[in-house]
Nanobody, 114 residues
């Protein structure tokens, strides 16, 4: 069983910054990538950023240049630094990893006020 526990998020004004962290515990493949997804009201869940164990990162076009994903393999923790936030970044953000099946964090609300 894998557990993902998120921290961070909250309310911020447009142009501001927030940082998430997500700690993974349990048994999972050491090669698993770690990801951040988000789901805005009335929209499908979308992949925001992904990082491999080696540190190779990919981003959704909508967040490139503003968000940075990183991970600490020794702590099994992934981070998401979000800068220059926009109102359209308002969503519930989920940490996730895939190991045999996909696991999800509890989700954390981010609200960006304009």
């Amino acid at each position: 069983q894998v557990q993902l526990v998120e921290s961070g998020g909250g309310l911020v004004q447009a142009g501001g910054s927030l940082r998430f962290s997500c700690a993974a515990s349990g048994s999972f493949l050491s090669s698993a990538s770690m990801d951040w997804y988000r789901q805005a009201p009335g929209k499908q869940r979308e992949l925001v950023a992904s990082i491999s164990r080696s540190g190779s990162a990919t981003y959704a076009d909508s967040v490139k240049g503003r968000f940075t994903i990183s991970r600490d393999n020794a702590k099994n923790t992934v981070y998401l630094q979000m800068n220059s936030l926009k109102s359209e970044d308002t969503a519930v953000y989920y940490c996730s990893l895939y190991s045999i099946r996909r696991y999800w964090g509890q989700g954390t609300q981010v609200t960006v006020s304009s």
